[in-house]
C-alpha cells in the first residue's frame, strides 16, 4: 500500500499519487475516499489505478471511486478517460459484464399498501423474472432477431409492445448507443446471448422492492422532481447486465488483443489484463462496435425485465401500470466506454471515457439528458448490500474533474470465498426475514456470497461521494423484497 505520506491530500475525500510514484505513469492517480475507506483499500487497488494512469492517450487522471475494490484490469470502481484520436481502448476499462446497471422504478403505492401483498409480489416476480446462472429468459429470439435486438437496443422493446415512450427518454442513451454491429459478434457470443433476454443473473444482480421512509428524504425538492413524493413510497429497483453475452465479447476481444497489443502496435503494459489497442485501430473498432451491442443488449434486457415487472404489480393490484404509478425513475450504466465531449484545460475535446463499475453522473444543463432533468441533473442510482439499503443521488455541478463519474455501489470488502466461509444462506435468510425482508434465491451459497457483511458501508460511500463532489444524495431506499440470483 502507498504510504499516507507518498499521497497529496486535494480535499477531504480526494487523494492524489504522483506519476513519480511508478515508472511509466503519464498521469496522477486520485482516490476518492474518507480516511476509513482508504484505510480498508486493498493494496492491489493502488497498483490497479497506478497501471491503469500508463494507459496511451490518458488524459487528466487515473481515477478510483469511494466504492472501488480489486477488480480485472481498472479496480472495479475505476475510470480513465482516453483522446479519442490518440488513445486506446480497453477491455479491462469496461469489464467482462458490459453495461451492468441499474433501473429505478416508482410507484404511487405506499408500504402499507404493499405489506400485506408483499410476499406475493416477491413469488411472482421470482417466477417471471428468471434468475441464475445460464437462466433462459421470457422471450423466444431467433438468432436473426437477436442481433437486430442488439443494435437497437430497448427502441427494438418499444417497438415489440414492451416499452413505454417514456422508459427511454429516461435510459442512457435513449437505451441504444450508435455504432453497434452485429456483424462483428461472435457467433459463440451470439449463441450464448439469444435465449438470455429479460434474465436477472446472478451474483451482485439483484431485483428488489424498497420503501422511501420520510426521514431518508434527503433533498426534497429534487426527490419530488424525480417522482419521490409521498410517505412510505414503494419503489423497485434492479441491477444486471448483459449475462453470458457480454462476458463473450469482452473474452473474444481480449483474447485478439493480446495478440497485437505489443507485436504490431508497439505497447507495452505491465499488466496483461490492460490489453488495449488504439481506438481507431481495426481491432479496436471492432471491439467497439461488438461492446456497443453489449450495451444495447443489456439495455433491452433490463427493459424487458421492467416490462415483467409492471405486469406482476398489474396483475396482483387488478389496475394498469399507468394508475399503479410505475414509471421509470432511470437507467444508468456501468461497464462502459462510450464517446463524450468535455472540456480540458479550456478547450472542448471528444473522449472515449472507459468507466468501469462507475456511474456517469451529469450535472445540470447537459444536452444528453432528457429534458425532464436537464434542470435537475441526473439521476444516479447508487445499490447498496441486501440487507443495507440504496441510494438515489444526483450528479452536480463541479463534476467535470472525473469527466462526470461517481460511484456505483457500496464495493465488496469480502471475497465470495470468504463470504461462502463466514455465513450460512439458510439462517441469513430467516435473520432478514425477521427484519421485514423477504428474500427469494435461487441457491443458499449465492445468498450467502451477497451478505451485507461483505459489502462496505453504503452510508460512509455515499458520504465520501458527496464529500468529493462527485454526486449529491437525494433519497435513500429501504429494502423489504429481494430476489437474489
Not at 484505510?39 to 497498483?47: L, N, P, Q, S
Not at 454491429?181 to 461472435?186: I, T
Not at 456517469?360 to 444536452?367: E, I, K, T, W
Request: hydrophobic share 35%; charged share 25%; aromatic share 8%.
Amino acid at each position: 500500500m502507498v504510504a499516507r505520506k507518498d499521497m497529496k491530500r486535494i480535499s477531504k475525500a480526494v487523494w492524489e499519487i504522483p506519476p513519480s510514484y511508478k515508472a511509466g505513469m503519464r498521469v496522477p492517480a486520485r482516490l476518492y475516499a474518507s480516511e476509513k475507506l482508504l484505510d480498508k483499500m486493498e493494496e492491489g487497488i493502488i497498483e490497479q489505478v497506478t497501471n491503469v494512469a500508463m494507459l496511451p492517450g490518458i488524459v487528466g487522471y487515473a481515477h478510483c471511486m469511494p466504492d472501488g475494490h480489486w477488480g480485472y484490469g481498472f479496480p472495479i470502481g475505476g475510470m480513465a478517460a482516453m483522446d479519442a484520436a490518440e488513445g486506446v481502448i480497453s477491455p479491462g476499462g469496461i469489464g467482462f459484464d458490459i453495461n451492468c446497471g441499474m433501473r429505478l422504478l416508482r410507484t404511487n403505492l405506499t408500504y402499507e399498501e404493499v405489506k400485506p401483498k408483499l410476499e406475493t409480489l416477491v413469488d411472482s416476480l421470482y417466477k417471471r423474472v428468471p434468475a441464475g446462472v445460464g437462466a433462459s429468459g421470457m422471450i423466444r429470439l431467433s438468432r436473426d432477431e437477436f442481433r437486430q435486438l442488439i443494435e437497437q437496443g430497448s427502441g427494438w422493446c418499444e417497438r415489440h409492445g414492451s416499452a413505454w415512450k417514456e422508459d427511454l427518454e429516461r435510459t442512457e442513451h435513449g437505451g441504444c448507443v450508435g455504432g453497434a454491429k452485429a456483424s462483428k459478434v461472435s457467433t459463440k457470443a451470439i449463441e450464448r446471448g439469444f435465449d438470455q433476454v429479460g434474465t436477472l443473473g446472478s451474483g451482485n444482480h439483484y431485483l428488489e422492492i424498497q420503501v422511501v421512509k420520510p426521514e431518508n428524504v434527503i433533498d426534497a425538492e429534487t426527490a419530488e422532481a424525480f417522482g419521490i413524493d409521498r410517505p412510505n413510497q414503494v419503489v423497485i429497483m434492479f441491477h444486471c447486465g448483459s449475462r453470458g453475452f457480454g462476458h463473450q465479447v469482452a473474452t473474444d476481444y481480449l483474447q485478439s488483443f493480446l495478440k497485437v497489443m505489443g507485436p504490431k502496435y508497439g505497447i507495452q503494459m505491465p499488466d496483461r489484463e490492460l490489453a488495449c489497442t488504439p481506438l481507431h485501430s481495426p481491432e479496436g473498432q471492432d471491439y467497439f462496435s461488438a461492446m456497443n451491442c453489449a450495451i444495447n443488449f443489456a439495455f433491452a434486457n433490463r427493459q424487458m425485465i421492467a416490462h415483467r415487472i409492471r405486469e406482476v404489480f398489474s396483475d396482483i393490484f387488478h389496475k394498469d401500470p399507468h394508475e399503479l404509478g410505475l414509471e421509470q425513475v432511470y437507467d444508468v450504466a456501468h461497464n462502459t466506454a462510450v464517446l463524450e465531449m468535455h472540456m480540458v484545460e479550456g478547450k472542448e475535446r471528444e473522449l472515449l471515457v472507459h468507466r468501469k463499475g462507475a456511474t456517469r453522473a451529469f450535472g445540470p444543463g447537459r444536452a444528453e439528458l432528457p429534458a425532464i432533468y436537464r434542470k435537475t441533473g441526473q439521476p444516479v442510482i447508487i445499490g447498496g448490500s441486501m440487507e443495507t439499503g440504496s441510494y438515489l443521488l444526483v450528479g452536480v455541478d463541479g463534476g467535470e474533474a472525473t469527466f462526470y463519474t461517481t460511484a456505483h455501489g457500496s464495493g465488496r470488502t469480502m471475497s465470495r470465498r470468504q463470504a461462502k466461509k463466514q455465513f450460512r444462506g439458510q439462517k441469513l435468510r430467516e435473520q432478514m426475514k425477521a427484519r421485514g425482508i423477504y428474500v427469494r434465491c435461487v441457491s443458499y451459497a449465492g445468498l450467502a456470497e451477497e451478505a451485507g457483511a461483505a459489502y462496505k458501508n453504503i452510508d460512509e460511500v455515499v458520504r465520501a461521494t458527496a464529500q468529493a463532489g462527485l454526486s449529491k444524495p437525494v433519497v435513500r431506499f429501504i429494502p423489504i423484497g429481494n430476489i437474489k440470483g
